[in-house]
C-alpha cells in the first residue's frame, strides 16, 4: 500500500511569483520587414493603456511550472478512478494513434465526398458495428454526446407517435434513472414520472402498471441500472410498455456490463444511446468532446437524423439526405468524428470475443470488491451485481460520514467514488475491466485502512484530505463564490 497518505504535498508558487524582469521563454530573430507603428495601424479605440501585468520568465521554469502542475492532477492515467457510474476507464494508446492519422485529424467537413472516402467507410462500418451490438436495426452517429443522444432518441420517438396521430406527453423513468433522463423530456416538452424500485433495486412492475397509460410516450431504462442490478424482469418490462403503444427507450450509459453478452434490441428495446466514452474507450470529462450514437428498431428508421453515411451500389461512400420523416439535423456537420475513430478502433482491435471480454471482466472485478469489502461496508443492494455496486460507510457513533472516506482515500492517491446517489450517504464504487487485479487488492486494502481509522483514529478522517496543497474546503462557498483571480500581494 502507498505510505503517502500523511505526507503534505509540496506547494508550488505561481508563474507571477517566480518570474523576474527581463526574463523571456522566447527568442524572436531580428525583423526583416520594416516595424509598424501601432499608432497608425491600429484604431485608437483597440489600444491598451499599456501592455499586460504578465510574469516574465524562461522557457525551462514555465515547462517545469507545468509539469509539476500537471502532476498534481488526479488521471486514469496516473490514478485508479473508481467513479461509479462514469466508468473511468483506460483509453489504450492505439485509439489516440489512430484518431491522430492526417486522413482523420485534418479533413474538413466541406470537402468532397471522394476525398473523404477512408473515413466516410469507416463511419459507415462504425453505425453498422453499433447497430449489431445493439441488436438493432440503424445508428446514427450524429449525436455529440450521451445527454445529446437521449435528447435525439425522445426526439425520434415523439415523431413516431406524431405519424400515428397521436401526442404523448408523459416519460416514465425509474426513481435511480440518470438525472439526465428528466432533463432530456423536459427539453423535448414532456413531463417526466419517476417510477418505484423495489428495496432490491429493480423496478416495481405493479408501479410502473398503474402508471403507464395512453399517454405515456416511453419508458426510460438503465439496465443494469444505478445501483448496480441487472433487472430480469426486463423483457415483461418491455410487454407492459408496449401494450399501451409506447416505446421502451434504454439509456445505454451501463452498456459496458452487458457487451457481447446480451443485446438491448433482443429484450425489448425500440431506442437506446451510447456512452462511447464508457463502453468504447473515448476520452471523458474535461466538458468534451463526446459522442452519443443512437440506435433505432426498424420501424424508428426513417425519422433518424440526417445526413446519414451510407454505401452506394458501386461501392462508394457518401452522405444521404433523402429521409422527409427524418427528425433533421441535431448537430453541425457528421459528429465528432475524432471521438467516433477512435470507438472504431476499441471496436475493432477487440473484435466479438474481446468486447464480451470487456462486460465480464467488469462485472467480476465489482463482485469481488464488493465481496472483500461487506464485512467492513454495509451493502444495501444484496448481490450479484453487474459492473458497479453501492455502499454505506456506516460507522456507530463515529461521526464519520461518506464524505469524509472520499475525503480520506485522495491522502492515499485514489480519486473518491460517487457520493450520496442513487442513495443517501452511500459511495457507489466502479472499477472497470480495465484495472489489474493488484490495483483492487490496493484498493480493498485503503478502504480496510480507512475503516480501522475510523474505529481508533476518526478525527484523522474527519480532517482529511492531509496531502494536499488546499485542504478540506467550504465547497458551497467555493462553488459560489470563486476565488480564482491571482492578486499581488
Not at 343 to 372: H, P
Request: hydrophobic share 35%; proline share 9%; net charge negative.
Amino acid at each position: 500500500m502507498k505510505d503517502f497518505a500523511d505526507r503534505p504535498q509540496q506547494d508550488h508558487p505561481l508563474l507571477f511569483e517566480i518570474g523576474s524582469p527581463g526574463l523571456c521563454a522566447v527568442s524572436l530573430p531580428q525583423l526583416d520587414v520594416p516595424p509598424a507603428d501601432e499608432i497608425d495601424a491600429l484604431p485608437p479605440e483597440l489600444l491598451a493603456d499599456g501592455p499586460p501585468a504578465l510574469p516574465e520568465i524562461g522557457e525551462l521554469d514555465v515547462v517545469r511550472h507545468y509539469k509539476r502542475l500537471a502532476h498534481r492532477c488526479f488521471s486514469i492515467d496516473g490514478n485508479f478512478y473508481p467513479l461509479g457510474s462514469c466508468t473511468m476507464k483506460y483509453n489504450p494508446r492505439v485509439n489516440e494513434r489512430v484518431a491522430s492519422m492526417p486522413g482523420f485529424a485534418h479533413v474538413h467537413p466541406y470537402q468532397d465526398d471522394a476525398d473523404v472516402q477512408g473515413l466516410l467507410e469507416l463511419l459507415y462500418l462504425l453505425r453498422c458495428d453499433l447497430a449489431e451490438i445493439a441488436g438493432l436495426s440503424e445508428v446514427t452517429l450524429q449525436p455529440a454526446a450521451g445527454a445529446q443522444g437521449e435528447m435525439t432518441g425522445l426526439m425520434i420517438i415523439n415523431a413516431y407517435h406524431q405519424s400515428r396521430g397521436e401526442h404523448r406527453t408523459q416519460v416514465l423513468a425509474p426513481d435511480t434513472a440518470h438525472g439526465t433522463n428528466p432533463a432530456s423530456c423536459a427539453t423535448c416538452g414532456c413531463t417526466s414520472v419517476p417510477v418505484r424500485s423495489r428495496p432490491d433495486g429493480r423496478l416495481d412492475l405493479d408501479d410502473l402498471r398503474r402508471k403507464v397509460d395512453r399517454n405515456t410516450a416511453s419508458l426510460m431504462i438503465t439496465n443494469p441500472n444505478t445501483v448496480g442490478v441487472f433487472d430480469g424482469q426486463i423483457a415483461e418490462i418491455a410487454e407492459t410498455i408496449h401494450a399501451q403503444g409506447a416505446q421502451l427507450y434504454y439509456d445505454g450509459a451501463n452498456m459496458n456490463a452487458i457487451l457481447g453478452v446480451t443485446r438491448p434490441g433482443d429484450f425489448g428495446v425500440d431506442v437506446m444511446h451510447f456512452n462511447t466514452h464508457k463502453t468504447f474507450s473515448t476520452p471523458h470529462g474535461g466538458g468534451g468532446p463526446g459522442a452519443g450514437p443512437v440506435a433505432v428498431a426498424e420501424h424508428l428508421r426513417k425519422f433518424l437524423p440526417v445526413p446519414q453515411v451510407v454505401k452506394h451500389e458501386d461501392g462508394t461512400y457518401g452522405w444521404c439526405n433523402d429521409r422527409p420523416e427524418s427528425i433533421g439535423m441535431v448537430r453541425s456537420f457528421f459528429g465528432q468524428i475524432g471521438v467516433l475513430v477512435r470507438a472504431y478502433t476499441y471496436i475493432r482491435s477487440l473484435g466479438c470475443d474481446g468486447l464480451r471480454d470487456v462486460a465480464e471482466k467488469a462485472v467480476l472485478a465489482a463482485n469481488y470488491l464488493a465481496a472483500r469489502l461487506k464485512e467492513r461496508y454495509q451493502m444495501p443492494i444484496p448481490p450479484p451485481y453487474a459492473h458497479e455496486f453501492v455502499t454505506i460507510p456506516a460507522f456507530k457513533d463515529s461521526k464519520v460520514t461518506e464524505h469524509d472516506i472520499a475525503k480520506r482515500l485522495i491522502d492515499y492517491g485514489i480519486h473518491p467514488p460517487t457520493m450520496s446517489w442513487p442513495i443517501h450517504h452511500c459511495l457507489m464504487i466502479e472499477p472497470t475491466e480495465t484495472e489489474s487485479r493488484a490495483t483492487l487488492d490496493e484498493f480493498v486494502e485503503v478502504m480496510l485502512t480507512i475503516a480501522d481509522e475510523v474505529e481508533h483514529y476518526p478525527e484523522r478522517v474527519r480532517s482529511a484530505p492531509h496531502t494536499t496543497p488546499v485542504r478540506r474546503l467550504d465547497e458551497v462557498m467555493a462553488s459560489r463564490k470563486p476565488n480564482v483571480r491571482w492578486r499581488p500581494r
